[in-house]
C-alpha cells in the first residue's frame, strides 16, 4: 500500500487501516498501476549471452527491439483499462455467482 501511496494512487492516514483511493477509480488505469508496482518492463533481457556466439552475440539488440513494441503494445491497451471497469467487472461476476448459486 505504501507504494501506492507514493504513486499518488492512495491516501492513508497514520494510526489506521482505512486507505481511500486519492483519485476517482475511473481515472486510474492500469498503466497507472503498473507503473506504481513494476520496474515497468514486462519483459527482461539475459544479460548472461555468450558475445562470440552468433545468437548469444546478437539476441540482445534483436529482442530489445521486439520487447519494446510488446511493451508499447500493452501499455496503450492498460490505458483503456481503468480501476473503476475491473471494479465493475468483478461485483458483475460475484452477482452472477450469487444469481446461480
Known amino acids: 500500500m505504501a507504494t501506492l501511496a507514493k504513486a499518488?494512487?492512495?491516501?492513508t492516514h497514520p494510526g489506521t487501516v482505512?486507505?481511500?483511493l486519492a483519485r476517482p477509480a475511473n481515472s486510474i488505469t492500469m498503466l497507472?498501476?503498473?507503473?506504481?508496482?513494476?520496474d515497468g518492463q514486462l519483459l527482461h533481457i539475459d544479460e548472461k549471452t555468450?558475445?562470440?556466439?552468433?545468437?548469444g552475440g546478437n539476441i540482445q539488440d534483436t529482442?530489445?527491439?521486439?520487447?519494446?513494441?510488446?511493451?508499447a503494445a500493452a501499455e496503450n491497451?492498460?490505458?483503456e483499462i481503468t480501476l473503476?471497469?475491473?471494479i465493475d467487472d468483478i461485483?458483475?461476476?460475484?452477482?452472477?455467482?450469487?444469481?446461480?448459486?
Do not use: F, W
Not at 529482442?63 to 511493451?71: G, M
Not at 461485483?91 to 448459486?101: D, F, P, T
Open 84 to 86: 473503476q471497469s475491473i
Open 32 to 38: 497507472d498501476i503498473y507503473h506504481a508496482l513494476d
Open 50 to 55: 555468450n558475445p562470440l556466439c552468433i545468437v
Open 8 to 11: 499518488g494512487l492512495l491516501t
Open 91 to 101: 461485483l458483475a461476476r460475484q452477482k452472477s455467482k450469487a444469481k446461480n448459486s
Open 63 to 71: 529482442l530489445n527491439e521486439a520487447y519494446q513494441k510488446v511493451q
Open 77 to 79: 491497451v492498460m490505458t
Open 18 to 20: 482505512a486507505p481511500e
